[in-house]
C-alpha cells in the first residue's frame, strides 16, 4: 500500500483501520497484541517518510511488526496470522520483499541495522537507502544492542533507531522537565541551531569549543538522552508515538541528518483497546478472546507444566532459603511470578540479558546458594557460552529448567525447543533429565535441589500427556524407570513428554510393546540398557527434540560403544529443518508424529 499521498487525516483514518483489523483477527487467533496496537502510529509513519520496498525496515524481535504486515499487501491474508500454512506472527522474508529479515529473538535489530548500514556504504547507495529500525525498551536492556551502539557511534554510519518506550522505562525518572527540554531538542530549530553554533565555534578555537560542549553538556544533563550522546549517537526525544504529525516530522528530520539518530518515542501498550492499554503483561500475548469484554475463550482444564514446575519450585523454596532463581523478562511465562512476589530478595527477573543471568546464578552457586535458572528452551541458545565457561567448567550446581521443549505451535521457527538436547548434552559435567508427569516433576524437583553438578530439566508448553501409567519413582542419578514390561521384541523409550506420546502411540499398536521412561539421557542408564538389549531388538525413541544429537544419537553412540550389533533403534526425533508455526497438533500431524501416525508406521514395518 503506498501511502506517501495520504493527508494526515487520511493517515489518522488508516492507523484506526489498522488496529481494528488487528483486533479482529488477534481476538480469533491469538498473538501479540498489546505492543503491536501501540507501535501503530510509528509504522505507518515509517511507510510515509521511508520506502519500505529499498530502505531495510528491521523490527526487533518483531512482535510489534503487524501494522507493518498490513501496509505491505498481506490485508487480506492477515486473517491466517500464526495459523498452520498462514502468515507468521513475526517478520519473515518468505512472505514479502518488505520484511528485511527474520527476527524473532530479542536485541537483534541495532546489530542488522550496522550490517545493512555498511553494505549500503560499501555500494555507495547511501543517498537512496537508509536502515531503519525499531526497538523497544525491553529490548533495548540486553547487552547486544549495546554492543551494537557502541561500533554505531564510532563508525557514524546513517540510520534512524526508533526507541520504542511503552514503559516510559528511560523518562520516567526525569519528568515534565525532561519532556519539555526534549521537546525543544526535537525541533528543526534546535536541530539548526546547534548545526550554526558548531560552525560558529569553529572560527574561534578550543577555548569557544570548550563553552558551547559545557553549555549543551548542562542542557542535556537532565535529559534521557545523555547516554546515547555520550556513545555518539544523535538523540531526539521524547516524543509521543501517537501524535502521527510530530513522528512524521521527527522521522523525516532525522532522515535527512546522515548520521546515526535515535527517536525516543513514547506509546501506550494496548493503544486503542481500552481493556488492555497500559502495562498489562497478560495482554503482551494472547490465546483467542472475546473482544467485548476481553475474556479468553475457554481453555484446557489440565494443569500446564510450567504451573507444575512453579508448585514444586515454591514448595522448595519454602523448605529451604538457599533455593534462588532467575528469569531473563518472561516471570509469568516461566512461571516465576508468585516466587518472585513472596521472594523478591531471592527470586529476579534480569530483563532481556540470558548470559548476564547463566553467569550470575554461577556465582550465587560458588557461594552455597541452588540457583534455577528458568528460561525457554529457544532462549538458552542466547547464554550458551555462560553455560559452559561460568557453570560446566567450574562444575557448579546450577539447575536449567527449559520451558517451552519441544514444538511450541504458533511461534514457530524462532521459538521451536528442540536444540537443548543436542546443544547441551556435549558439554562436560552437565546432567540432562526430564519429567514426564506432575509427580515425577516434583521427584525430579528433590533430586535437582540435592544434586551437586549442573543439570538440566525439560519440559513442554502446556500440559503433559494425559496417559495412565505407574507411579513415578524417586529420581537417582542416571537411572531410567521399566514402565512396562512386555513379551515384544519392540521397546519404547520415551524421554520427558515423550513419554507420553510413546503410551498413546501403544493404545494404537496390534502388538504391546515395553516402555522404558529414559529419565536421563546424560548419563545413560548403562544397565538397564544392557538389559533391554537383551531382551528387545527394535527399540523407538520418543523425544520432542531434534534427532541429530539427540536422544537416539545417545543411544546409537552407546550401543556403538558396546559393541551390540543386533539392536535397531528408529527415532521419532525432529528432522534437520526449522519447524513451521501452526496449530501444535497441525504441525505434529504434518511432521508424521501423532501418536495413530506412528503407530501406522510402526505397525506396517
Not at 539518530?261 to 506509546?267: F, M, N
Not at 556435549?426 to 528433590?446: G, Q, V, W, Y
Not at 513442554?460 to 495412565?468: N, Q
Not at 505407574?470 to 520427558?496: A, C, H, M, V, W
Amino acid at each position: 500500500m503506498n501511502i506517501k499521498h495520504f493527508t494526515l487525516q487520511e493517515l489518522e483514518g488508516l492507523s484506526q483501520k489498522i488496529r481494528d483489523r488487528i483486533l479482529e483477527v488477534v481476538s480469533t487467533n491469538g498473538g501479540h497484541l498489546s505492543s503491536t496496537l501501540g507501535a501503530t502510529e510509528i509504522i505507518v509513519a515509517m511507510h510515509k517518510v521511508f520506502d519500505a520496498n529499498k530502505d531495510p525496515f528491521i523490527f526487533d524481535v518483531s512482535h510489534q511488526s503487524y501494522a507493518h504486515k498490513l501496509l505491505t499487501d498481506r490485508w487480506e491474508e492477515f486473517s491466517t496470522l500464526r495459523q498452520f500454512g498462514g502468515l507468521s506472527g513475526y517478520t519473515k522474508p518468505s512472505e514479502s520483499p518488505a520484511d528485511y529479515f527474520v527476527a524473532g529473538h530479542s536485541s537483534t535489530s541495532i546489530s542488522l541495522g550496522v550490517g545493512a548500514a555498511k553494505a549500503i556504504a560499501l555500494n555507495n547507495e547511501q543517498e537512496s537507502r537508509i536502515p531503519v529500525v525499531v526497538i523497544g525498551d525491553g529490548a533495548i536492556s540486553a547487552g547486544m544492542a549495546y554492543e551494537a551502539l557502541n561500533e554505531l557511534g564510532d563508525r557514524k554510519y546513517p540510520m534512524v533507531i526508533i526507541l520504542n518506550d511503552n514503559e516510559m522505562s528511560i523518562a520516567k525518572p526525569i519528568g515534565a522537565i525532561s519532556r519539555m527540554l526534549s521537546s525543544a531538542m526535537a525541533s528543526p530549530f534546535y536541530q539548526r541551531f546547534k548545526k550554526k553554533t558548531e560552525q560558529f565555534v569553529d572560527n574561534f578555537g578550543e577555548g569557544a569549543h570548550y563553552i558551547a560542549k559545557r553549555f549543551e553538556e548542562s542542557f542535556k544533563l537532565i535529559t534521557p538522552g545523555i547516554m546515547f550522546e555520550e556513545m555518539g549517537i544523535e538523540y531526539i526525544g521524547p516524543i509521543d508515538g501517537h501524535d502521527l504529525k510530530s513522528l512524521i516530522d521527527t522521522l523525516d528530520m532525522a532522515k535527512k541528518m546522515g548520521k546515526p539518530v535515535l527517536v525516543h518515542v513514547q506509546t501506550i501498550k494496548g493503544k486503542g483497546y481500552e481493556i488492555a492499554e497500559g502495562k498489562h503483561e497478560k495482554w503482551h500475548g494472547v490465546s483467542p478472546f472475546d473482544l467485548k469484554s476481553g475474556t479468553a475463550n475457554a481453555k484446557s482444564s489440565a494443569k500446564s507444566a510450567t504451573q507444575i514446575y512453579a508448585d514444586a519450585l515454591m514448595k522448595q523454596a519454602l523448605k529451604s532459603d538457599k533455593i534462588v532463581g532467575v528469569t531473563a523478562a518472561m516471570p509469568s511465562g516461566t512461571g516465576l511470578t508468585q516466587l518472585m512476589e513472596k521472594f523478591p530478595e531471592r527470586f529476579w527477573d534480569v530483563a532481556i540479558a540470558e548470559q548476564h543471568a547463566v553467569t550470575s546464578m554461577a556465582a550465587l552457586a560458588k557461594e552455597g546458594f541452588k540457583p534455577f535458572c528458568t528460561i525457554y528452551s529457544t532462549f538458552l541458545q542466547r547464554g550458551y557460552d555462560q553455560v559452559i565457561h561460568d557453570v560446566c567448567l567450574m562444575d557448579l550446581p546450577v539447575v536449567f529448567a527449559l520451558d517451552r521443549a519441544g514444538i511450541v505451535g504458533e511461534d514457530g521457527e524462532t521459538h521451536q525447543g528442540v536444540y537443548d538436547i543436542s546443544f547441551l548434552r556435549l558439554i562436560p559435567n552437565m546432567t540432562l533429565c526430564a519429567p514426564r508427569d506432575e509427580k515425577s516433576f516434583h521427584h525430579i524437583m528433590d533430586f535437582a535441589v540435592a544434586y551437586p553438578h549442573p543439570c538440566s530439566m525439560r519440559y513442554p508448553r502446556g500440559s503433559f500427556y494425559d496417559v495412565e501409567l505407574p507411579e513415578s519413582l524417586p529420581y537417582e542419578t542416571g537411572k531410567g524407570q521399566l514402565l512396562i514390561s512386555n513379551d515384544s521384541n519392540r521397546l519404547f523409550i520415551g524421554y520427558g513428554n515423550g513419554v507420553g506420546r510413546a503410551a498413546m502411540t501403544m493404545e494404537f499398536m496390534e502388538e504391546k510393546p515395553s516402555l522404558l521412561d529414559l529419565r536421563f539421557v546424560k548419563p545413560l542408564d548403562t544397565e538397564m540398557l544392557r538389559e533391554m538389549a537383551r531382551i528387545h531388538k527394535q527399540w523407538y525413541v520418543f523425544s520432542d527434540s531434534a534427532r541429530m544429537g539427540g536422544v537416539g544419537s545417545a543411544l546409537l553412540e552407546w550401543l556403538s560403544e558396546e559393541h551390540i550389533t543386533d539392536v535397531q533403534v528408529v527415532s521419532f526425533e525432529y528432522d534437520d529443518h526449522f519447524i513451521k508455526h501452526g496449530n501444535t497438533k497441525r504441525v505434529e500431524e504434518s511432521l508424521g508424529l501423532l501418536p495413530e501416525q506412528l503407530a501406522k508406521r510402526i505397525n506396517e514395518e
